[in-house]
C-alpha cells in the first residue's frame, strides 16, 4: 500500500505526446475504410489468436471512473480504474503512475502534481492533481506490476 507521487519532466511528456502515431496513419490511408468492416466472424475462423498486438495477453488499460460529470477547474479527486483489455474486467494490479499535464500551443506543457492512493477496490485508485486550467488534460498512466503492462493516456475536458 504505497503511495506515489508521480512528476514527469516536460521532455517525457512531449515523447511521449508525439509517439508514433504516424504509421498507423498511413495504413489506415492505404486500406479503405469501408472494408475495415469486414465480418469479425471471417477474423476469428482463420486467426484463431487475436492479431491486435503481440503482448496482449497481459495488457490492461487505466480508465476514468469517476466523475462521469463535467470536471471543474482547480483541485480534483478522480477515481481510476485498471482493466483488462480483452475482458474489460477490473485488474487488481499493484501500482500505477499517473502524470497530469495540459499541452500548450507554443509552451512548455502545463504540469500538475498527483497524488495516487490505493482504494478499496483492488485495481481502483484514487488519482489527487490539479487542474489550473480549463481545457484539454492528459493523464498519462502506466501500470506498475510484475504481471501487467499497459501505458495509455486518458484525456480529460476541464470546464
Ligand atoms: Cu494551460
Known sequence: MK???????????????????????????ETAPETETTATEE??????????TATEENTVMVALASPEEE???????????????????????ENIEVSSTMPMEGEEPMISKVEIEPTETPGQFKVKTNFGM????????????ANYQGENEIVVEVK
Open 134 to 145: 480549463a481545457g484539454t488534460w492528459n493523464l498519462a498512466t502506466k501500470v506498475k506490476d
Open 43 to 52: 477474423n476469428l475462423e482463420t486467426t484463431p489468436e487475436t492479431d491486435i
Open 71 to 93: 470536471i471543474p477547474m482547480g483541485d480534483a479527486e478522480l477515481i481510476v480504474e485498471v482493466k483488462d483489455n480483452t475482458s474489460g474486467e477490473t485488474v487488481p494490479v
Open 3 to 29: 503511495k506515489i507521487i508521480a512528476l514527469i519532466l516536460p521532455i517525457s511528456v512531449l515523447m511521449i505526446a508525439c509517439g508514433s502515431p504516424s504509421s498507423d496513419t498511413q495504413t489506415q490511408l
